[in-house]
């Protein structure tokens, strides 16, 4: 059973830094692109970040774009997103999300990131 | 930016009725659209992609059409457990967007 499990939220500064980790299990991490989707709450899907299967690319939206990083080490079947210079408007569920053939098909769950001071 | 535009904002039904939602987009996507559900504190769920094939273990009342602009999310025959918010999803440019949202709610 394909599993994706997000930790790392939590309540930080404007201006902060936050790191969240997704592991991921029932299946070969190391085979599929990744990529991170938020969502305010009560709101829509916003997408974030895609890795390659092997992190030798990435990509990034616009807003998002020099302060967050995506990584994976497939030795520990693990997803990052490095959150820098954090802002309100980044509070939001944060869910990592497998790609097959170009579509996130498994999610997990979210980890709520909330940017207050 | 693709922009994908949902309509109508919220669907109210009955169980046993058929839903139609639809997602037009901003340029051609070829069939490179998805749907998701998704209920109340939960993740999205895959039901469909490339505009018309639905994914492991989604029920048949569930289908896609459309290509191009112009894409169709129908519900044959509403259950219960059907009721939430629908997203379309396009893969064919980047960044990847998403639609805004059709909620289904009992009406």
């Known amino acids: 059973e394909v599993q994706l499990v997000e930790s790392g939220g939590g309540l930080v500064q404007p201006g902060g830094s936050l790191r969240l980790s997704c592991a991921a299990s029932?299946?070969?991490?190391?085979?599929?692109?990744m990529h991170w989707v938020r969502q305010v709450p009560g709101k829509g899907l916003i997408w974030v970040s895609h890795?390659?299967?092997?992190?030798?690319?990435?990509s990034y939206a616009d807003s998002v774009k020099g302060r967050f990083t995506t990584s994976r080490d497939n030795a520990k079947n693990t997803l990052y997103l490095q959150m820098n210079s954090l802002r309100a408007e980044d509070t939001a569920v944060y869910y990592c999300?497998?790609?097959?053939?170009?579509?996130?098909?498994?999610w997990g769950q979210g980890t709520l990131v909330t940017v207050s001071s | 930016e693709i922009v994908l535009t949902q309509s109508p904002a919220t669907l109210s039904l009955s169980p046993g009725e058929r839903a139609t939602l639809s997602c037009r987009a901003s340029?051609?996507?070829?069939?490179?659209l998805a749907w998701y559900q998704q209920k109340p504190g939960q993740a999205p769920r895959l039901l469909i992609y490339?505009?018309?094939n639905r994914a492991t273990g989604i029920p048949a009342r569930f289908s896609g059409s459309g290509s191009g602009t112009d894409f169709t999310l129908t519900i044959s025959s509403l259950e219960p457990e059907d009721f939430a918010v629908y997203y379309c999803?396009?893969?064919?440019?980047?960044?990847?967007?998403f639609g805004q949202g059709t909620k289904v709610e009992i009406k």
């Open positions: 999300a497998r790609d097959t053939n170009g579509t996130p098909d498994y």
């Open positions: 029932g299946f070969t991490f190391s085979t599929y692109w």
């Open positions: 890795i390659k299967t092997d992190g030798s690319s990435t």
């Open positions: 340029q051609s996507v070829s069939s490179s």
């Open positions: 490339d505009a018309s």
């Open positions: 999803h396009q893969r064919s440019n980047w960044p990847r967007t």
